[in-house]
């Protein structure tokens, strides 16, 4: 007897760290798995934000059951609050996964368009044909999953982001034991598993490793005033500074949106233990005696506007810091920030306050397995196939070649990239046809509407400015009838180099003449091209830059 092909579509996340998202297909029917962003590269000039392509799933839209969210990070679900834009679907995860999802939903107005159907730990469902169970994992905020689907195919696991704490805040276990069930009873057919950390050696430290850490700062630095900065959906990491700060009769105020947001669903979900007497509002700090307050802000990765950024640049409403403070980075810079967050040490540095990061102390433990973790989910599983997910192209591949060490056959690794799909058939695992899986770029407003051919004009107006030469012709004659006049930002300051655009102006009424001398009928068109021409060749000889030269022809 011979079962339907089930497939695995990877629409992000594989060759990037970021947005997340992939498509398991069972019976013609779609279930998603994660839908993240990303944020944009420093040549991705003026982007807020990086989205999966969503062409692919528009097409399909009728075809989609729902969508799994493994944690609540936004790589992998901060992409829905505009997937639900145009496509309606439930959203399945833990309680605190779709609280924190919530948030999103609501601001962007799309609550209606779908529905928050919460699950449990070890939790076994079935939505259309898909049979998933929900397994703990550990991870740097609380209550992920990895999932396994249960197909006519074999099983797939994917691990989700996870790390293998042994001592966990909230004792919550990786379930390697439900892992080694399936794996003992009906086998593992394809494991996908977190590739973040697969080319760092050794075992990731335990969170509460970080707890004992933080004890000792506040220990060292009382009497003066204490302010953190971790990731706002970092419980464990909260839990443990407002440990640290209670244990010292410090009182815990919270600075920044998201912070404040996240802090407060924790509570009243009880994963979060502040008692009231030891919280205070922003506002009621200044006011208490420095040894006696503890801070923790948003901004641990050096965001522009967030909370620390305008501390360290001494622009804060909330505070205004001096050489007695002590900032600790509880936290370390996502490939990316680390230009950002050096400039915010440097502005704290330079106001005298004390900083400690995760480069001084060991203030910061990483939420992804390293390789000995990544051997040991190989190990307890033995997958019959390999595929590595989450991460830029060098993890993939050093978390292939762990699968290999670990026995997994080499031609049953397969290392695939945004937009490969999996075929899981009766012969095996292959890979088939692709989808489209480029970059959905969201800035302002607008998603899908800056492309490539933006992004391009927008580095060389950054790098060599525009040079606008205006010009109005007869059309008959060919005889110039004002300007042409030269507007130029980013090329040369117009009001020193007022000889080098007079220069400019009389090449470009050369160059027209030239291409109008015995011709009766001139069309703005070529004229524009000789115009870009002339400019282009002049700005490129006299100053060898190449700055966007933009005609405007206009007729009498
Ligand atoms: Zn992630
Ligand atoms: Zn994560």
């Not at 982007?47 to 799933?57: A, C």
């Not at 609550?111 to 259309?128: A, S």
């Not at 009906?186 to 970080?210: C, F, I, K, W």
């Not at 920030?337 to 004390?354: A, F, H, P, Y």
Request: glycine share 10%; aromatic share 4%.
């Amino acid at each position: 007897m011979t079962s339907a092909p089930v497939t695995v579509t990877f629409l992000g996340g594989l060759g990037e760290i970021g947005r997340n998202c992939a498509a398991i297909g069972v019976e013609g029917r779609i279930m998603l798995l994660d839908c993240g962003l990303m944020f944009p590269d420093a040549d991705m000039l003026g982007i807020d934000l990086v989205l999966p392509d969503f062409t692919w799933l528009r097409e399909h839209g009728d075809r989609i059951e729902g969508c799994i969210v493994t944690h609540g990070h936004e790589d992998h679900m901060g992409g829905l609050s505009f997937l639900l834009r145009d496509l309606s679907f439930p959203i399945i995860g833990s309680a605190l996964t779709l609280g924190l999802a919530r948030n999103r939903i609501e601001e962007a107005g799309l609550l209606d368009r779908t529905e928050l159907v919460v699950v449990g730990d070890n939790e076994r469902r079935r939505f259309g044909p898909f049979d998933c169970e929900f397994i703990p994992v550990t991870h740097s905020v609380p209550h992920g999953f990895a999932t396994a689907f249960h197909t006519p195919q074999g099983t797939i696991l994917h691990t989700g982001d996870f790390k293998l704490d042994l001592t966990p805040v909230d004792g919550r276990l990786t379930d390697l034991s439900v892992m080694g069930a399936i794996a003992q009873n009906e086998g593992v057919r394809l494991l996908l598993s977190d590739s973040t950390n697969a080319d760092q050696h050794g075992h990731s430290r335990s969170e509460t490793s970080v707890g004992k850490v933080l004890h000792e700062l506040f220990n060292a630095h009382a009497g003066r005033r204490i302010i953190t900065a971790c990731f706002a959906s970092h419980i464990h990491r909260i839990q443990q500074i407002a440990d640290a700060a209670i244990s010292f009769d410090r009182v815990v105020a919270t600075l920044g949106m998201s912070m404040r947001k996240n802090v407060r669903l924790a509570r009243e979900m009880g994963l979060l233990r502040i008692p009231d007497s030891h919280l205070r509002d922003i506002e009621d700090v200044e006011d208490l005696a420095p040894g006696k307050v503890c801070v923790i802000s948003t901004g641990s990765q050096g965001e522009t506007m967030s909370a620390l950024t305008l501390m360290a640049a001494n622009e804060s409403r909330w505070l205004k810091l001096t050489p007695d403070d002590t900032v600790i980075l509880s936290s370390h810079p996502i490939p990316g920030n680390e230009m950002n967050v050096s400039k915010v040490i440097d502005g704290l540095v330079r106001i005298g306050v004390e900083v400690v990061h995760s480069g001084l102390e060991d203030v910061h433990a990483t939420g992804h397995a390293k390789q000995e973790e990544l051997k040991t989910i190989l190990s307890i599983t033995r997958p019959e196939w390999f595929t590595p997910v989450h991460g830029e192209y060098r993890h993939l591949v050093s978390h292939a070649r762990l699968a290999e060490q670990m026995g997994v056959a080499a031609d049953h690794v397969l290392v695939c990239e945004d937009g490969d799909a999996l075929v899981l058939d009766d012969d095996g695992v292959r890979k088939g046809p692709s989808v489209p899986a480029g970059y959905l770029y969201v800035d302002g407003s607008g998603v899908g509407d800056v492309g490539h051919g933006v992004l391009r004009d927008r580095r060389v107006l950054a790098e060599e400015g525009v040079v606008v030469v205006i010009v109005t012709v007869d059309v008959k004659t060919g005889a110039i009838i004002t300007g042409p006049e030269i507007i130029t930002r980013g090329w040369v300051h117009a009001s020193e180099a007022e000889g080098l655009l007079d220069e400019c102006r009389h090449e470009v009424v050369q160059a027209l003449k030239e291409a109008c001398a015995g011709k009766s009928t001139h069309d703005i068109e070529s004229l524009q091209k000789v115009v870009r021409r002339a400019t282009g060749r002049f700005v490129n000889d006299r100053t060898k830059r190449r700055p966007m030269i933009v005609p405007v022809v206009m007729e009498a």
